[in-house]
């Protein structure tokens, strides 16, 4: 980033503490994505993010801009993100399967499918366990498979996988967790005997 990007992003951000609209409006269309990506979140701080701003940022040609417009989809359900679970960037990919989780029920059964895949089928282990902790949190039934063969997958996936099962019951599940009792790494231990206890 240049001096002149990095005062046109202190710039934006200042905007969103100051109340200048004007400002974080125009930031939105700086030639640089850190100042693009800053300007959403002045507009957020502003109050004055609105979905259709959002959407078109998830579109953009910078996975920095995607990656903070996704984040900020979190807090908005009507805000669509299965696009962006295909993005080229995993870092991106990561924080939209994230977003998805924290949308909660409010997901559309594609994205529950969606996720389901990635959990189990993602080369990046971080958007595999991003794909677990979401399903975990939208608690759909259409997830539990995925979230119970994460269950064997590393160990950072297996720990997520163990708690995303907390909202589900059954068979399949109390045999997952009487297995990861016994796992070698003693986070996964630990998370299964909380939620056996």
Known sequence: MTDAAAARRRAAALAGHTGDQVAA????????????ATALGALDRLG???????????D???PTVRRRAAELAATRPRVPLLALLD???PSVVEVAAFACGEQGEAVAPEVVTRLAALATN???ALVREA???ALGAIGAPSGLIAILAATSDKATVRRR???ALAPFDGPEVQAALERARSDRDWQVRQAAEDLLD
């Open 87 to 89: 993005d080229t960037d």
């Open 25 to 36: 409006l125009t930031a939105l269309t700086d030639e640089d994505p850190g100042v693009r």
């Open 122 to 124: 993602h080369e990046d």
């Open 48 to 58: 004055r993010l609105d979905d259709a701003v959002l959407v078109a940022a998830l």
């Open 131 to 133: 794909a677990v902790a």
């Open 161 to 163: 996988a163990i708690i």
């Open 60 to 62: 953009d040609d910078s």
